[in-house]
C-alpha cells in the first residue's frame, strides 16, 4: 500500500554535460540552453532515514537544499520512495 511523508533536499546538482536547447538560433553556446539536475534527498520511515536521488527535467523549477518535499513509499518496502512534490509543485 502506497504511504506519504515528507522528506528534506540534501543536494541539487546540475548536470551541465545535457544541454537542452530551447531555442533554434542560438547567439552564445549557451543562449537558450537549460539543464536537468539530480536531487537527492532524505526522507524517515519508522525511525529509519532513507536516502534517495530523483531526476529533475530541464526546464522545470528545481528545489533549493533544505526544501521540503512530499515523498510517496511503498509501506510493505519503504526503501522504495519516489518524489511526489515540492513546494505545490508536482510530478
Known sequence: MKQETSGT???VAKMWWLKVNTKA???GTLDGATFPHVVKFTYTVD????????WIHAGVPVPKEGDAVSVEY???????GKLV???????
Open 25 to 27: 538560433v542560438r547567439k
Open 74 to 80: 511503498d509501506s510493505d518496502k519503504p526503501s522504495k
Open 47 to 54: 525511525g529509519k532515514t532513507y536516502t534517495k536521488r530523483a
Open 9 to 11: 533536499v540534501v543536494s
Open 85 to 91: 512534490r515540492y513546494a505545490g509543485r508536482g510530478f
